[in-house]
């Protein structure tokens, strides 16, 4: 499908969009880092077990609920300005991490490398819509962030494993101190600034409220997928909720919302949105037993199964640039729904390993369901950038990023605890007599590996294969849940987005603009170019 041409960029442009990857590389890693480095952590800080959990998740949740007010922040005062913000934060809060001295002195610069990562993710989206406006370039820079974004997570465990074999566990933050000071230096030189002419007021309740309402919904769905149900993680999603609700009603009365609830009832957008929410369900929900698979019952050290999980990004080059491709001549909404199905297809792949398939097997089950899910994921974060007006663009890329987050957080839980379900029934049936920390087998089977280390090597061996099968067995069926979504993921893309195009004119791109809001004028500010 051909959508109409805009002014061409050049070499600037493209090295922008370069340096624009930087940041966003190292925001995804960080989601990941302490994987590897969190025992040497704990071993010089002494954390308690709750602390030890904030620090891994603290990152994580100041992320994703701050998503939506920096996204709007950008758009008000300037994108590029609050780029180079979050820039100064996150380098700084990455050498105060390193040099942390205390459990809590970590959760708190972790919170802040949370606020610093919140600022940089919407700008780089909502920034390629102003450096890029043709149609078919600005696909490729969105591609190329899609594959950034998606891979930079596995990145992070192997960046982490290498590190580690050399330096202080402080190594794995200290290393986004020169990334940023590089940003600080080349943004200015490279990127324009980007504001709405409209100097409108910053809801400063607004802001709040979307981050009450993000941060104890995706606390307590993540809390649930670790422990089962427990009255705190349920009464704080109950509050987001509500919260929510009070957010959203807030938005429908402002004469200039935060987030443009309009957008959300467009196809393009909204259908956008909810793809990426389902797809980020399936990956994240899945990547916890892909990565488990090959180090609990295949048996690969932390980095060397790190280094393999690397392997499925192949059919991420493949096809994500093919399906952006093969957009440019067909209805994207078909486009779309292939690569679902094909996600769905790997995904389906998976639930035929067993204890004993070959790695290669594995693997390219993996390769599968991550090529057509990113190619699926692309497409849609080129709608969904496409169809917001150019001054709302961060605030749209806000949006979408915290439906990723949600979906993430989702599919964490559901699919968790589905694997974790038919682990726990099958061990019931598997375990030898009046065994010891019974308990501890039957919940996980990190928890049967530490208790076997302690057993006989006949009983150990015995509960081993018992608990590597019911994992096998449980990573089956959350297969299957990860396929049914990219099902509905493929069929909801059909139904919202057939004839919709990322096609979405400023007044860069024609010299006028049309107001979402009535008595508006947004015309684009272009200022600082250099």
């Not at 994703?64 to 300037?78: F, Q, S």
């Amino acid at each position: 499908m051909e959508t109409n041409p805009g002014p061409l960029a050049g070499r600037k442009e493209w090295t922008a969009l370069g340096v624009l990857m930087l940041p966003l590389l190292l925001v995804s890693m960080d989601v990941s880092v302490l994987y590897f480095a969190i025992p040497y952590v704990s071993e010089d800080l002494t954390p308690s077990a709750t602390q030890q959990l904030w620090i891994l998740d603290m990152y994580g949740f100041v992320l994703a609920g701050l998503l939506i007010t920096m996204g709007a922040l950008g758009d008000r005062i300037g994108r590029r300005t609050v780029l180079l913000a979050g820039a100064v934060v996150f380098g700084a809060a990455s050498a105060a991490a390193a040099y942390a001295q205390s459990a809590e002195a970590l959760i708190a610069v972790r919170a802040l490398l949370g606020l610093g990562g919140a600022a940089l993710m919407p700008s780089t989206l909502a920034l390629i819509r102003n450096l890029f406006h043709d149609a078919r370039q600005r696909a490729k820079a969105v591609t190329i962030w899609t594959g950034v974004m998606t891979t930079g997570v596995s990145f992070g465990p192997v960046v982490s494993g290498l590190l580690l074999e050399h330096f202080w566990w402080g190594s794995v933050f200290l290393i986004n101190v020169p990334a940023m000071l590089l940003l600080l230096l080349l943004v200015p030189f490279l990127v324009p600034e980007f504001r709405s002419r409209d100097r409108e007021s910053f809801d400063l309740l607004s802001a709040v409220l979307s981050l009450a309402a993000l941060l104890p919904v995706i606390y307590g769905i993540k809390e649930l997928a670790r422990h089962g149900y427990e009255p705190l993680p349920a009464l704080g999603i109950s509050v987001g909720l509500v919260l929510g609700y009070v957010f959203v009603r807030r938005q429908r009365r402002l004469a200039h919302p935060m987030v443009d609830l309009t957008l959300l009832r467009q196809r393009a957008f909204g259908g956008a949105v909810s793809a990426n929410l389902l797809a980020m369900f399936a990956t994240v929900g899945m990547a916890v037993f892909f990565t488990q698979y090959l180090q609990s019952v295949l048996g690969k050290g932390p980095l060397e199964a790190a280094l393999w999980s690397l392997v499925p990004a192949a059919g991420v080059a493949v096809m994500a640039p093919t399906g952006a491709a093969l957009a440019q001549k067909f209805d994207r909404a078909y486009v779309m729904c292939g690569g679902f199905l094909v996600s769905a297809c790997g995904f389906l792949w998976l639930t035929q390993v067993t204890t004993d398939s070959a790695l290669w097997f594995t693997l390219t089950g993996g390769a599968v369901y991550a090529g057509g899910l990113v190619a699926a994921m692309t497409l849609a974060n080129e709608l969904a950038l496409g169809a917001a007006p150019p001054e709302r663009a961060g605030s749209a890329a806000a949006v979408l990023e915290s439906g990723q987050e949600l979906g993430g957080a989702l599919g964490m839980a559901i699919l968790g605890s589905i694997g974790a379900a038919v682990y726990s029934s099958d061990m019931e049936t598997s375990l030898p007599p009046n065994l010891p920390d019974a308990d501890a087998v039957r919940e996980t089977l990190g928890g049967a590996t530490a208790v076997a280390s302690h057993l006989p090597e006949a009983t150990a061996d015995a509960v081993l294969t018992a608990a590597r099968e019911a994992f096998t067995h449980g990573m089956s069926y959350a297969a299957v849940g990860a396929a049914v979504t990219m099902a509905v993921a493929g069929a909801l893309s059909l139904a919202l987005l057939r004839g919709t195009t990322p096609e979405q004119k400023s007044a860069e791109d024609t010299g006028s603009a049309t107001s979402p809001h009535a008595g508006t004028k947004p015309t684009a500010d272009v200022a600082g170019r250099h």
